[in-house]
């Protein structure tokens, strides 16, 4: 018999977040969220996201031990703004049992026919800034801070209950080279001379916080005509800043202004912390916080984040200043190769970006829908 329980207390909700790892604990490539973090991005108080959304926390149990989890999520933005009727699902981990998948989805199931909701989509979070989709490509790569890892079984799962592929994002492995390429230079430079685009350089940590409200704006406008984007709210806007930007090096953000002094372009990018969040295995104590800090200076490998140009300069050249300050910057720091997080099959404007690369796509992902 499985045991499907709604969880409602901290304590619980520590048991949650430590089935993963004990699920992944003899798998080289899963990567641990921080355990604080987690239960903080859990808090109903201090995540603004649960003031737009419900969600729902279930674990499955057979003979009194954990063998499942699940958050059922309803956006109330989603459902109500933008008019989809869907019930979420996310933090989606099992043993390689169907009925366990089979039991904690029809859970989700009956919430969302209960609300009047058309269908489900899983796995995603509360909003466009946290985690998303199934990993259906690429097992032997270890996750990023900003994804998830799964066993291959979960998408045979999700097949064989009946559900199909939905949103899709590829990821992408790039070589950087010893310099920026030779057209991008040239382009570059032409762009900031007919723009009266500049490159803002962030002073130090607080410079690039007191800036980060006007990037995630520029993130709204940017993302703004994908079908799956919902915008952040002001309060939301705080909260990632205050969760993300610590952890960030002010010299790994590209910032451009127009002659008004408004951004128009940014990027961000961050030395690789995957490896020191494994040696960290969920804990900042007694010693994650060094390997965290090392990984912040010491790293041949990079991962992009996010890259936002405002809609009235898109297609114009202001990318190409952006890559070259990235290749100055990466040389620079010793980086050899960098790496994407997830973007989204249907937006070729950004996966075009890597073409001149030597790049592959290392993994893919994508949520899985289900009629109600």
Known sequence: MIEVKELTHQKELISFIKFSFELY???????PPLINEELENFDKVKNPAFKYADARFFMAYRNKKAVGRVVAIIN?????????????FGWFDVIDDLEVSRALLDKVRQIGIENGLEYMEGPVGFSNMDKGGLLT???????TLATWYNYPYYRLHFEQLGYNPETKWVEYTVKIPNKPFEKVARIANIVQERSMVNIYKFKNKKDALDHAEEMFGLLNETYANLSSFIPLRTDQIQYYKKKYFTYLNPEFIICLKDENNKIVGFSIMMPSL????????????????YHLLRAQNWSSHAEFYLIGVHPDYQKKGLTAIIFKETNDLFNRRGILTAETNPELEENKDVQVLWKDYDEQIHKKRCTFRKNL
């Open 25 to 31: 604990k003899n798998c080289p490539y899963w990567v």
């Open 76 to 88: 109330q933005l989603e459902v109500n703004e933008q008019k989809k009727r869907k019930m979420r």
């Open 137 to 143: 490509f690429g097992f032997d790569k270890m996750n």
């Open 274 to 289: 995957t490896k020191a969040l494994k040696k960290a295995n969920g804990k900042l104590f007694p010693f994650g916080w």
